[in-house]
C-alpha cells in the first residue's frame, strides 16, 4: 500500500525514526517491571504483550490523522502493553498496583467497561496512558518523559477482540442484521461467561475459608474427603505427634516432604471424609509406633521423611483390615504399579510377624 503522507507528517515520521531506539528500551523497561510487580503480588496472568509501534503502522496512522499531532510526544500509543487476565476481578486488582506505580494520565485513559454496548464485549478493556516515575529511571531519565499505553483486559475479551477482528465485523459498513444479531449474543454469552468464572473462584475461595473454620472447629465429619480439603488437613500437621515419637528412637530429623500422596490411598480404603482419616489415626497411632520402630531398631537411621508417620499408619491399617493385597495396595498407590513393590510388601510381612497387632488378627 502506498501511503501519501504531507509535510507535517513526514516531519513526525522522522522524529519517531530518530527515537525508536529509546521507545524499544522503555518498552522493555516497562514489561520488566509489570512482570516484576506480578510475580511480588502473586497475580498469575495469561499473558503480558507488549510491542513498539513499528514504522509502517504509524505511517498509516499519520495519513488519516497526522494533523491531530503537534510533535511525536502527543502520540501516546507508540509503545503498548496488554495484559491479559484470567478473571475481570484481577483487571481491577492490576488496575490499582500500576496506579501505585506508575503517573496515570487520567484525562486519556478510560475505562470502556463503562461505555459498554452490547456488542462491544470483546473492546470492554481498561486503558491506561502511563508514565514511568523518575524514581524507576534514575540512569535513563529521558525514559520517564515518554507516555505508553498500557491495556487490561480477560483472556476471553481479548479471544473476542480478535474473532471480531478476523472476521472482520468492525471493517464492514453494512452488515445483514441476523449476523449483528449472532455476534450480540455470543457477545453477551461471553460476557456472561467472564463475570461466572470470577464469582465461581470467589465462591470456592469461600467454600475453602469454610472447610477451614470446620477443620479448626473440629466437626471433621462434614468435611467430605477432596484433594483441597485434604490439603487443608494437612495445615493442622495431623500426623507430627506420631512423627516426633518415631523419630526420637534415634533422635532423627524429620525432613519436609509431600503428603498429598497419600489422598490416594485414602480414597482407596473408602474414607469419605476427614473425620474418617481422625478415626484411623486414633485406631492405629499406637500400632504404626510399633512397626516403624520394628523398622528402626537395628539402624542408625538420623534423617526421616514427614511422611513417616503416615505410611507407616497406612501400612498398619492395610495389614489389619486386607493383609497381604492391603500392604500392595498402598505401595502401588504411593509409588505407583510397579513390580518391585513387593518387595517392599515382603519386608514389611517380615517386620510385623511378630507385633502384637497381628497376633490380635488371627
Sequence with gaps: MNIQLDEHGKELLSQFKKKRPLLVKLEKKAYKIIQELLDEQGIYVTAIEHRT??????????????AKYKSIENITDLVGLRII???????????????????IDWSNSVDKRKAHQLNSFGYNSLH????????????EPELGEIWFELQM????????????HDTGYKSLVQIPSEYKRQFSR?????????????????????????VQSLVKSGKLDEVVLSQDNFRNYLDTHPFERLNQRIAAVNQAEIIPTSLMPYFRVFTAF???????????IKENEED??????????????????????????????????????????VFDKINGKDDSNEFLVDMIMEQAENLSFMHKKQ
Design 85 to 103: 487476565t484470567f478473571y475481570t476481578d484481577d483487571v481491577d486488582k492490576i488496575a490499582a498496583i500500576i496506579n501505585h506505580t506508575f503517573i
Design 128 to 139: 491506561y496512558i502511563c508514565r514511568l516515575p523518575k524514581k524507576m529511571v534514575k540512569d
Design 288 to 329: 504404626a509406633y510399633q512397626l516403624a520402630v520394628s523398622q528402626l531398631a537395628l539402624t542408625d537411621l538420623d534423617i526421616m521423611a514427614e511422611n513417616v508417620g503416615v505410611q507407616n499408619l497406612c501400612l498398619v491399617h492395610a495389614l489389619k483390615n486386607f493383609g497381604r493385597p492391603g500392604l500392595r495396595l
Design 53 to 66: 509501534k513499528q514504522e509502517k503502522s504509524l505511517a498509516g496512522k499519520l495519513e488519516l490523522k497526522g
Design 153 to 164: 483486559r480477560t483472556a476471553l475479551q481479548h479471544a473476542w477482540s480478535t474473532i471480531e
Design 270 to 280: 473408602n474414607f469419605e471424609n476427614i473425620g474418617d482419616i481422625e478415626r484411623f
Design 186 to 210: 455470543l457477545a453477551g454469552m461471553l460476557e456472561l461467561i467472564d463475570d461466572e468464572f470470577s464469582r465461581l473462584r470467589t465462591d470456592i475461595a469461600e467454600y475453602n475459608r469454610q
